[in-house]
């Protein structure tokens, strides 16, 4: 099908990311459809995570995320973590929980 390294940066990059993007779309698409079909918008919930540190320094991230170097510098409440076109949050329809560490359970309340 193609010439190129499916383990190389330009698969990941030309072919595999545009992909994923496009899938993840068309599920979201899926599921807000499914949920306009039930009563009083109920049915399939759609919940983003996504990393954003609590304080303005990201002092409150994880150590893993600390030692990972890139990661150490979070987006934070005064500079917001953004989300692709299309595959975002709709406010006061979808979940939308910020995260400090890798686990969303252990830095969020998605577990109550």
Known sequence: LTNIDEDSNEYKHTIGFPRMI??????IEAVRANRKKQDNDQGSELIFTYLE????????????YKLSGGLSNLPSPSSPATF???????PGKDIALPKTSCSVFQSTNLDY
């Open 84 to 90: 692709l076109s299309g595959i975002s949050p709709i």
């Open 53 to 64: 540190s609590l304080t303005g320094n990201s002092r409150d991230v994880s150590l893993d």
């Open 22 to 27: 496009a899938n993840t779309k068309r599920l």
